[in-house]
């Protein structure tokens, strides 16, 4: 099992209230599994993304992550595991504008202390899978709005991760773009990648697995989608 948590609760305190934003949330996701998450704006989607993704902590409950309850450890034992096993794609692209497009993709593997041999062979891979080869050498600003989702893309998969997190990837783009994008993810799923996506699109919502909707901080129902039934 890739994801296991139990009664997870996120609330955030002022000194004049508590706002609970997430709220006994259980949940079991496999590895390789396409999971959409819906609902209103301000529900708790992306709170759950960050706790899934081992940038926040939970306030109480219990995350297991790859068999490993993680609820309530160090900001440096979940880096580690983060840098190891996630990549993110995000709606507004994040990426480095005095960087190119393969110093951009080139980052997460930097990080993880790769060679520069291996860094060039696999860049240049996931740049030639998404068609951008030609484009290696160009800056964010110099490239269209789905080209620039594209090297988010690449960026996040380049170090082969077990796991994608996408907060709204096609959010800053139009319908062609937003396909585009919805493809390549489609493709990373088939490759055996786990990808979990908020989306306030059911179209887009209907290229997973299975969707979750968040209401209030509560997971309040779930669908398996009829094309991937097993």
Known sequence: MLIQTKDLKKTYLTEEVETTALNNINLEIGEGEYIAIMGPSGCGKSTLLNILGLIDNP??????????????????????????????????????????VFENVELPLLYLGYSAAERKKRVNEVLENIALMPRKNHFPQQLSGGQQQRVAVARAVVARPKLILADEPTGNLDSTHGEEVMGLMAELHAAGTAIIMVTHSQAYAEYSQRIIYLFDGQVVSENVQKKFKL
């Open 59 to 100: 306030t109480s409950g219990e995350y297991l992550f790859l068999g490993k309850d993680i609820a309530s450890s160090s900001e440096r034992k979940r880096a580690g595991l983060r840098k190891s096993n996630i990549g993110f794609i995000f709606q507004s692209f994040n990426l480095i504008d005095e960087l190119t």
